[in-house]
């Protein structure tokens, strides 16, 4: 059963997030194989300054409810929790993508050394998420600044990093927002009451976000293609970060007001289950467009949908199925012995699942 006491909006922001994600890679792979953009390229190009900022910023939502908590403790729900999935995951992925069906074992070893210290393919936001949360108790246990901080993040954001570092590169780019939701969670909150309660305002502040988002995405500069998508203006240092958290807090809003129709229940159960369906789509989604594409359908709107629906409910069903059978629960709860030592009785005999 779902916990009563999470947030509606919040699990329908995930809901939009995950579909983004999911979208975003079944339209370049999609894009890769046939060589041509559909409407999914289409739709990921106005999402593209806030997909994962809003991913990231939801994950930092909540962070000031366990940043005090003693550092085992801590470490156990924010950090061990995350690298649990993602070393899980990773040798899954390596293993059957490389080894099983590449037939490279000498590449899926290297692979798999490298995972731990550079993120590994889609899951690289989990292995993010537990670098966020360590380094931001660090610097909470040093007393430094939240605005200083924000500001250093903001900087790094807009800075032409490249350093060949995937860890580095993706941290300078996406810390600011794990900041930024730590920071305005009590604004972010009063936000989505506000556009709950005052829909009609709400939806015209939307409407004029959604103009300018499209506008300085789809500015001079943009450039469609099968597998990469170049912003307009919005690529500049500093529209990005703004667009970024405009469209971050645009997605609290419209969940905020969703959350309030009984229709789109079936969006905020996906939301709560948006970590199953991160880890687990990548490889039904390969498969669905190998099949598609072998089997002679090669229209890409439809290859692109339909790639889209197995990649989104294939986790899910083997969520559904483990939990039936009973057996495989580790694959998306983290089991007693996978928690700090030491902590709370309740983390230690009891999974917790992904989330």
Not at 10 to 25: E, N, P, R, T
Not at 163 to 177: I, M, P
């Amino acid at each position: 059963m779902d916990n009563p006491n999470r947030l509606a909006w919040v699990d329908l922001a995930k809901g939009l997030s995950i579909f983004l994600v999911v979208i975003m890679y079944c339209a370049a792979s999609v894009g890769e194989d046939t060589g041509q953009a559909g409407f999914l390229h289409w739709s990921i190009a106005f999402a593209m300054p806030f997909r994962m900022p809003e991913f990231f910023l939801l994950s930092g939502l909540f962070l000031s409810q366990v940043i005090d908590r003693p550092w085992k403790s801590f470490a156990d729900r924010r950090v061990v929790h995350y690298l649990y999935f993602y070393f899980l995951w990773a040798v899954i992925h390596i293993v059957f993508k490389e080894a099983l069906i590449g037939r490279n074992f000498g590449a899926a070893a290297s692979s798999l050394a490298w995972a731990v210290v550079s993120p590994y393919g889609v899951l690289w936001f989990i292995y993010m998420l537990a670098v966020f949360g360590l380094v931001s108790k660090l610097l909470h246990e040093t007393k430094a600044s939240a605005w200083a901080v924000l500001a250093v993040a903001s900087v790094l954001q807009m800075a032409p990093i490249h350093t060949g570092s995937y860890l580095v590169d993706q941290f300078a780019e996406y810390f600011v927002y794990f900041q930024a939701g730590a920071m305005f969670a009590p604004q972010l909150f009063r936000l989505a009451a506000w556009s709950a309660e005052r829909m009609p305002a709400a939806s015209a502040a939307l409407a004029a976000w959604a103009i300018i988002n499209a506008i300085l995405v789809f500015s001079p500069g943009f450039r469609m293609e099968p597998v990469h998508i170049q912003m307009g203006w919005a690529a500049l240092p500093g529209v990005h970060l703004i667009l970024a958290l405009a469209g971050a807090a645009a997605i609290c809003m419209i969940s905020a007001m969703l959350a309030r129709l009984p229709a789109m229940d079936w969006l905020r159960w996906l939301g709560a289950r948006s970590l199953v369906v991160y880890v687990a789509f990548v490889l039904p989604m390969g498969i669905a467009r190998t099949l598609l594409l072998a089997a002679g359908i090669e229209e890409v709107n439809l290859v692109s949908l339909l790639t889209m629906v197995v990649a989104i409910t294939a986790p899910l069903l083997l969520w559904a199925t483990v939990h039936k059978i009973g057996f495989g629960k580790f694959l998306f709860e983290r089991p007693a012995w996978a928690h700090v030592p030491g902590t709370s009785n309740r983390a230690n005999t009891k999974a917790v699942p992904a989330e």
